[in-house]
């Protein structure tokens, strides 16, 4: 007898293969059988008419917190996902020593690099850990509903080995880069999947410092990766960077890959227009670099980067004005009410656009040509007869009216669309080009991160309901492309072997959708995480169970209250009768 039969599904199998009817079986959390099973079950599902998939893996998230106290590490559950890769952009929580001073350090650091509040991570995080090994161990002991990976981070390891020298940015000596290589070594001895860091001065603190690791030179980051390469190239090297130099950087991590048999995994993202001949180009230089011996991965987002402005959020268009400015440090309630004075929206609607000088600040301020109504359902792939300004001059009002009058809908909760970089075709061609591009992998959720502006962890429902059901503005995809993107080609780029695709012996991680169904729900500012912590939620329809191990642990949206997910201590090999 199995444990759990699903019947009469179309599976997806993550392979790539066409889909194809028929059963699936699980016993003891592995897939037991699939196509035409006979035999019973303790439970049996009847899915006619539904979808059968791998469960998603979430190879960018920022759950470092998070997951030391939050079964479900939501919204990623809510999504369909699996398994999530965290310690992503070298920002973490170990090591890091046993003192308030240290602890506060790398808080604010993800506060103000990752938009996560602080009041959270310190009414969350119990801080029963020193090292990178003690906590992997904090985070097993966690029950959880899905499979989590961690990676050391960069700016955790300069800093507990340099102190003060390595939060300014110094020069690490040829002694401070062999302490970070011991640390480094030990967390992927421990199960750390890999090393982190980040290159791009996005990442700077509330002091307008660069956070550890930015300027790092090539002996530090060969030093380390020289550590990866010692252990047999079991662990993956990962980086975010602005490409100021590319090529210069391009090379070092080709020479590091290939001299210490290493995987080197990159976010590949663009501001402007105008940078996508170099992307073309890093793309190119992958290519070539394969054929020498390097394996360098381009991770790619399916959105660009993008901020949801909101009263409750981080910033919306009327933060800076300067009758707005008392609002601001309101509770949501209080605001509202204030907001739906008339006096109060004349008043902010009066006053001059307080434009700073700075492009992208002007945009959110003032640039309603590329704002957007998000919607609900979401659009984020509008063009430009939906912006705001185009909307307020087809309703004859001014802007800032519409926009003001826009945010005020749903009770106050209503979003509008900033995509900041990689819009400038004013649509997502970029995105469905380098997601088609065979050297890229789909990645970039930043789940749990950017708390009051954003939420991408919502991008695999997208991808299944939009890329490949709803899109007008382009091309769609193949539905067992979409699938096989976000399981077997995330879970092979981080190593794991054992999972991604619907095979007798994989891991029994699976979602069962109502295709048809399946749409995102319009994002809103919550107030659920520890200490009373906001973040932006987007929740979804359309996902009939989700499950891990063989275990249902969301049914119809709603959480089981099943614990089966497990810490993933390094790679995992895939089961022998698997392919």
């Not at 059988?33 to 599902?45: F, K, L, M």
């Not at 310190?122 to 161990?137: K, R, T, V």
């Not at 605001?335 to 109060?344: D, G, M, N, Q, S």
């Not at 359309?542 to 063989?550: C, E, K, L």
Request: glycine content about 10%.
């Amino acid at each position: 007898m199995y444990d759990l039969i699903i019947r009469n599904a179309m599976i997806v199998d993550g392979t790539g293969r066409d889909a194809y009817q028929g059963d699936l079986a699980v016993q003891a959390g592995k897939i037991a059988a699939i196509g035409n099973v006979s035999g019973t079950a303790r439970e049996e599902i009847d899915a006619a008419g539904k979808l059968l998939t791998p469960g998603w893996v979430d190879v960018h998230s920022h759950m470092d917190g998070q997951a030391t106290w939050d079964p479900l590490c939501s919204p990623a559950a809510n999504h369909g996902i699996t398994t999530l890769i965290m310690g992503n952009c070298g920002v973490g929580f170990a090591p890091c020593e046993r003192s308030d001073e240290a602890h506060d350090r790398l808080i604010s650091v993800m506060e103000d690099v990752e938009d996560i509040p602080g009041t959270a991570l310190h009414e969350g995080i119990a801080w029963n850990w020193e090292s990178f090994p003690e906590y992997l161990d904090a985070v097993e002991a966690y029950p959880r509903a899905i499979d989590v990976g961690a990676q050391v981070p960069h700016c955790a390891v300069r800093t507990y080995v340099m102190g003060d020298r390595g939060t300014q940015n110094e020069l690490a000596t040829p002694e401070d880069v062999e302490k970070m290589a011991v640390i480094v070594r030990e967390g992927i001895r421990a199960g750390a999947l890999g090393f982190t860091t980040s290159r791009t001065e996005l990442h700077t603190t509330r002091h307008s410092i660069a956070m550890p690791g930015t300027y790092a030179d090539e002996n530090e980051l060969l030093g380390i990766g020289k550590a990866i390469g010692e252990l047999g190239g079991d662990g993956i090297f990962g980086l975010v960077s602005d490409w100021n130099n590319w090529e210069e950087e391009m090379d070092w991590m080709k020479r590091l890959s290939i001299e210490n048999n290493c995987q080197v995994n990159f976010v590949l993202f663009f501001r402007e227009e105008s940078d996508w001949p170099r992307v073309q180009a890093q793309l190119d230089f992958v290519r070539k670099a394969r054929e020498e011996g390097a394996r360098l991965i381009p991770h790619v987002g399916a959105r660009p980067v993008n901020i949801l402005l909101s009263w409750d959020g981080t910033i919306n268009p009327f933060s800076f004005h300067t009758n707005y400015g008392p609002l601001s440090v309101m509770e949501h309630a209080e605001r509202l009410a204030e907001l739906r004075k008339p006096e109060v929206r004349e008043a902010i609607l009066a006053e001059d656009l307080p434009l700073m000088g700075d492009a992208f600040m002007d945009t959110i301020i003032g640039g309603y040509d590329k704002l957007y109504e998000l919607g609900d359902p979401p659009n984020y792939e509008p063009g430009p007869e939906d912006s705001i300004a185009a909307k307020a001059a087809a309703a004859g009002v001014s802007p800032q009216a519409y926009c003001y009058d826009l945010m005020m809908g749903n009770d106050g909760k209503n979003v509008v669309y900033f995509p900041c970089f990689g819009y400038g075709a004013g649509d997502l061609s970029r995105q469905a080009a380098l997601l088609s591009d065979e050297s890229t992998v789909l990645s970039l959720a930043d789940t749990g991160a950017h708390c009051g502006v954003l939420c991408d962890a919502s991008i695999p429902t997208q991808m299944l309901s939009y890329f490949v059901r709803d899109r007008q503005r382009g091309e769609r995809f193949r539905l067992e492309d979409v699938v096989k993107m976000q399981t077997h080609d995330t879970a092979r780029c981080v190593g794991l072997l054992d999972r991604g695709t619907l095979e007798p012996g994989m891991k029994a991680d699976l979602n069962l959708i109502d295709f048809e169904a399946l749409q995102l729900e319009a994002p809103h500012i919550t107030f659920d995480l520890p200490a009373g912590g906001r973040r932006m939620y987007q929740g979804a329809k359309g996902y009939v169970a989700t499950i891990v191990n063989g275990e249902v642990i969301m049914r119809n949206g709603e959480y089981t209250g099943a614990v089966p997910g497990a810490l993933i201590r390094g790679p995992q090999a895939a089961p022998q009768h698997a392919a």
